[in-house]
């Protein structure tokens, strides 16, 4: 996984991505895309989660 929560409360949630460099540019655009979609989706839960618990 290269995404890390690193603080979530009911205002914010802060994430950490690390996005590793490939040998292509195109592959390396293609991380990027899909670390951000990771990102993206925990962001999504954790929002959730403030919906449900907070």
């Known amino acids: 996984m290269n ?3 690193i ?6 949630v802060t994430l950490q991505i690390t996005i590793p460099y490939s040998k292509t540019f195109l592959e390396t655009e293609a991380t990027i ?5 990771e990102a993206g ?14």
């Open 3 to 5: 995404t890390s929560i």
């Open 7 to 12: 603080e979530s409360n009911e205002k914010f």
């Open 33 to 37: 895309q899909s670390v951000l979609n």
């Open 41 to 54: 989706t925990i962001a999504s839960g954790e929002a959730l989660k403030q919906l449900e618990y907070g």
